[in-house]
Nanobody, 129 residues
Framework: VQLVESGGGSVQAGESLGLSCAASGFMFDEHAVAWFRQAPGKEREGVACFDAPTGVTYFADAVKGRFAISTISSDHTKKTLLLQMTGVQPEDTAVYYC????????????????????WSQGTQVTVSS
């Protein structure tokens, strides 16, 4: 299983930014995937979840209405998970990770770290005011 993340960088408040997570080595359509972030000195928090088998998505209150998830398929074993962030704010500054669970989850609450077993390397997002 591989989750290779790209994107990120430094932007100004109010701008948009996209993150990509290339997933391979597992049946993407049978798993829940999620985006997490970790700000300096804070615990890793789940910001969005996509349960591929049901198509259900969940966004934490802090990002609801500003972040969106989509997927691009290469074939049934290779997919790219996208996180589109709009209207970013300084509080969105963090290292962002994509993660895949070992099955599917209902995605009706913030994703929890312990639910996800495969992780990307992380990418830094910095938002300046």
């Amino acid at each position: 299983v591989q989750l290779v993340e790209s994107g990120g960088g430094s932007v100004q408040a109010g701008e948009s930014l996209g993150l990509s997570c290339a997933a391979s080595g597992f049946m993407f359509d049978e798993h829940a995937v999620a985006w997490f972030r970790q700000a300096p000195g804070k615990e890793r928090e789940g910001v969005a979840c996509f349960d591929a088998p049901t198509g259900v998505t969940y966004f934490a209150d802090a990002v609801k209405g500003r972040f969106a998830i989509s997927t691009i398929s290469s074939d049934h074993t290779k997919k790219t998970l996208l996180l589109q962030m709009t209207g970013v704010q300084p509080e969105d500054t963090a290292v962002y990770y994509c993660a895949a669970a070992n099955g599917h989850y209902a995605c009706r609450e913030p994703p929890k770290v312990y639910q996800y077993v495969y992780w990307s390397q992380g990418t830094q997002v910095t938002v300046s005011s």
